[in-house]
T-cell receptor
Framework: DGGITQSPKYLFRKEGQNVTLSCEQN?????MYWYRQDPGQGLRLIYY???????QKGDIAEGYSVSREKKESFPLTVTSAQKNPTAFYLC?????????????FGPGTRLTVT | EDKVVQSPLSLVVHEGDTVTLNCSYE??????LLWYKQEKKAPTFLFML????IEKKSGRLSSILDKKELFSILNITATQTGDSAIYLC????????????FGAGTQVVVTP
C-alpha cells in the first residue's frame, strides 16, 4: 500500500538531547515537508524539500535540521537548541512539477521533552 | 504577511445538525484553498478550491470559495459523531511553490 510512515508514534526525551524523527514515503513523490502542530495554532512549516539533496527552511526552522539523501526519506532532527520541542510533528509529501497538488500526511510523531 | 483565519475555533453540535465552518485569507498571489479533516492523527484531504463560486461536494460535505471577499466555507449537513474532528483550512500561493499556509483549525464535536 502506498503511503507515508512516521516513527515512532510517541517519543520521550530529556532536555538537552537531540532526537531524530523518521519519515518515509513510497508514493514516489518528489516533495516532502515537516510541520509542527501545537494546540490552537494549526500547522507550521519547519522544513521542506523539493528534490533529493536539496531542502529549504520553513517558517520555524530554528533548532531543527533535516537531510534528504534519498527520495523516499526525509528525517527531522530536533536539536537541543529548540526551546520548546514538545509538540506533534507531521510529515507530508506531494508530487512536484508544474501542476499543484494536495499534500499527503503521515500519522505523526508526538514528542515530549522533559 | 500572509494570513489564514478560521472561525469558529471550536463548536459543539448535536447529531443531525448542520455545521458551517469559515476560512478567510489575506495572501498575495492566491493559487488554491484546501480543506483537510484531522481526527486523531494524519490530516486527510477533503477539497481543493481554485475557482470562485463553484461548489465542491462529497457526500454530506460541501465547500465553496469566494475570491472577491477572500473566504471559503465548509458545510457539513446531517452531522454524525464520525464528523467530530479538527477541520483545517490551508492556502497555496503561486509564488510559494508547493508550500501551504494553514489556519489554526476548527474543532468540531458532534454529540449523540
Amino acid at each position: 500500500d502506498g503511503g507515508i510512515t512516521q516513527s515512532p508514534k510517541y517519543l520521550f526525551r530529556k532536555e538537552g538531547q537531540n532526537v531524530t524523527l523518521s519519515c518515509e514515503q513510497n508514493l514516489n513523490h518528489d516533495a516532502m515537508y515537516w510541520y509542527r502542530q501545537d494546540p490552537g495554532q494549526g500547522l507550521r512549516l519547519i522544513y521542506y524539500s523539493q528534490i533529493v539533496n536539496d531542502f529549504q527552511k520553513g517558517d520555524i526552522a530554528e533548532g531543527y535540521s533535516v537531510s534528504r539523501e534519498k527520495k523516499e526519506s526525509f528525517p527531522l532532527t530536533v536539536t537541543s537548541a529548540q526551546k520548546n520541542p514538545t509538540a506533534f510533528y507531521l510529515c507530508a509529501s506531494s508530487p512536484a512539477g508544474g501542476a499543484f497538488s494536495e499534500q499527503y500526511f503521515g500519522p505523526g510523531t508526538r514528542l515530549t521533552v522533559t | 504577511e500572509d494570513k489564514v483565519v478560521q472561525s469558529p475555533l471550536s463548536l459543539v453540535v448535536h447529531e443531525g445538525d448542520t455545521v458551517t465552518l469559515n476560512c478567510s485569507y489575506e495572501v498575495t498571489n492566491f493559487r488554491s484553498l484546501l480543506w483537510y479533516k484531522q481526527e486523531k492523527k494524519a490530516p486527510t484531504f477533503l477539497f481543493m478550491l481554485t475557482s470562485s463560486g463553484i461548489e465542491k461536494k462529497s457526500g454530506r460535505l460541501s465547500s465553496i470559495l469566494d475570491k472577491k471577499e477572500l473566504f471559503s466555507i465548509l458545510n457539513i449537513t446531517a452531522t454524525q459523531t464520525g464528523d467530530s474532528a479538527i477541520y483545517l483550512c490551508a492556502v497555496a500561493t503561486t509564488d510559494s511553490w508547493g508550500k501551504l499556509q494553514f489556519g489554526a483549525g476548527t474543532q468540531v464535536v458532534v454529540t449523540p
